[in-house]
């Protein structure tokens, strides 16, 4: 099985290679890896931040390790060339529109979450996010108005199908777990939101053992810090997961935490931490690398069929933080390559 790394921008290098060293201590046969440029690394060394070489390593892999994109001195490039299309252009590509980003506090580290640790101790939920249609992905440029004023614009929109597919990774999602699918939307302003509730009705006739609930966005942000204990999995648009993806890491602790997976139709998947490529940090040893080696166990799991070894990590990533493990963002000392040596000593 060949796995693609994918370890892009600023802190992204240092996080995948302690995810790979892990993975190596597995032991597992029969896996093999290929690196690719995506972001402004790859911009820089090609001209393009998801040049072709690296999309077709991504075709053939089964599944992708991805660190992150962003790059400062990138940012004044036009749109289409800056480090943020590569994440972008490979989930389009690969059509991989479900992302599922788990929030669970590990005991050890309610005190460090910006909510009261008990409330924090009662979060373990799924955020079922789509990530293939939305405002990302509409028309959007710059134009202007009969006034002569500049304008920009960004067209938001989701079709019956999108939202249908979507609505099933979220129904199946809550089956697996504890039966409860909160669909967010913003029904009572946008009619992308309406066209979304009508369909995830829809959708609901077909799981029966599921119990459906509806929340407007504001209100899930409010909601998410007041009693985040009430939410199973939260199904959502694009956008809306982006930020309440966000906002969920700070909930269990820190964004350094937080690991996800983005899938499609098929068992390939795309696996990354939710944060960014913190440029302020980059080369200097604080990043937290967990997040990142929570996603490789994601991998593991959902496109190796190697749900025993996902278990392996996630158990080791727990019993480091008991025995204390804690890098900057978790109040600790420790540096990124300390973290993985923690993670390396339990397997
Ligand atoms: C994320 C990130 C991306 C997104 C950026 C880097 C384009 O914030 O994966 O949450 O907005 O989807
Ligand atoms: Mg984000």
Known sequence: ????????????????????????????????????????????????????????????????????????????????????????????????????????????????????????????????????????????????TADGLREGYDVMSYDEGEVRRIAHSGFQAARARRGKLCSVDKANVLETSQLWRDVVIEVAAEYPDVALSHMYVDNAAMQLVRNPGQFDVIVTGNMFGDILSDQASMCVGSIGMLASATLNEGRQGLYEPIHGSAPDIAGQGKANPLATILSAAMMLRYSLDLPEQADRIEKAVAKALADGARSADLGGAMTTVEMGDAVLAVL
């Open 1 to 144: 099985m060949l796995i693609a790394l994918f370890p892009g921008d600023g802190i992204g290098p240092e996080i995948v290679a302690q995810a790979k060293r892990v993975l190596d201590a597995l032991g597992v046969d029969g896996l093999t890896y290929e690196d690719g440029l995506v972001g402004g690394a790859a911009y820089k060394a090609l001209g393009h931040p998801l040049p072709p070489v690296t999309l077709d390593l991504a075709r053939r892999a089964d599944a992708i390790l991805f660190g992150a994109v962003g790059d400062p001195d990138c940012d004044s490039l036009e749109r289409h060339l800056r480090p943020e299309q590569a994440i972008l252009g490979l989930r389009k590509a690969l059509g991989l529109f479900s992302n599922l980003r788990p929030a669970k506090v590990f005991p050890e580290l309610a005190d460090e979450s910006a909510l009261k640790p008990e409330v924090a101790r009662a979060i373990d939920l799924l955020i079922v996010r789509e990530t293939n249609g939305d405002v990302y992905f509409g028309e959007k440029g710059f134009r202007t």
